[in-house]
């Protein structure tokens, strides 16, 4: 298995514009989480899935973010319009249900200028 | 909302000693786990102790759980360059599968 995929690794864009964040899970994980990593925060947990449904989008900061799970495997975490305080390293992780650790993505870094 | 605590923040070895770092939380638990984390990669799971267990090995690493104090240890004995990284705990409140992470210990083993 390839382990969880994401897509881009790296993302440049300018205020205002559209950005799409991809995560493939592993196969046979129905748990996915998406985290986002800045140096003032660390992790913060932004929306998580089980069985392909959300569960907490308590995280989300703001209406601008939006994610969706629309197979087993795939995920999309949306934001727009971008804002420079949007800058940071977007993780997706996925895992089993219960107590055996999450496999995370290597993350896509976002810059917003 | 629970999270892990870790302390120290930062760690600076020389190769071949052990580093300890230390993790605190708020609420009861289900199990704790703790992750490592390369410059510029994804967390990488290392090692998952359960509510009821007071200690757990996986080849270099000892982990403690005192659920007494909130608090546990991982232990990493005889480092090695590679060993570089930050480390994170997290923690999975009773029936939950959340984790919430700490803010992470960096880690650096000089060679």
């Known amino acids: 298995d390839a382990g969880v995929i994401q897509s881009p690794r790296h993302e440049v864009t300018e205020m205002g514009q559209e950005v799409t964040l991809r995560c493939k899970l592993i196969s046979g994980h129905n748990s996915l989480f998406w985290y986002r990593q800045t140096m003032m925060r660390g992790l913060e947990l932004l929306i998580y899935?089980?069985?392909?449904?959300?569960?907490?989008d308590s995280g989300m900061p703001e209406d601008r973010f939006s994610a969706k799970m629309p197979n087993a495997s795939f995920s999309t975490l949306k934001i727009q319009p971008s804002e420079p305080r949007d800058s940071a390293v977007y993780f997706c992780?996925?895992?089993?249900?219960?107590?055996?650790?999450?496999?995370f993505g290597s993350g896509t870094r976002l810059t917003v200028v | 909302s629970q999270q892990g605590e870790e302390d120290p923040q930062a760690l600076s070895i020389q190769e071949g000693e052990n580093a300890t770092m230390n993790c605190s939380y708020k609420?009861?638990?289900?199990?704790l786990q703790w992750y490592r984390q390369n410059s510029g990669r994804g967390l990488v799971h290392l090692i998952l102790i359960r509510s009821n267990e007071r200690e757990k090995h996986s080849g270099r690493l000892r982990v403690t759980l005192d659920t007494s104090k909130k608090s546990s240890s991982l232990l990493i004995t005889a480092s090695r360059a590679a060993d570089t990284a930050s480390y994170f705990c997290?923690?999975?409140?009773?029936?939950?599968?959340?984790?919430?992470f700490g803010k992470g210990n960096q880690v650096v083993v000089i060679p």
């Open positions: 992780a996925s895992s089993f249900p219960f107590a055996y650790g999450y496999t």
């Open positions: 609420t009861s638990i289900n199990n």
């Open positions: 899935f089980n069985n392909n449904v959300p569960i907490d």
């Open positions: 997290a923690t999975d409140a009773e029936g939950n599968n959340r984790l919430a």
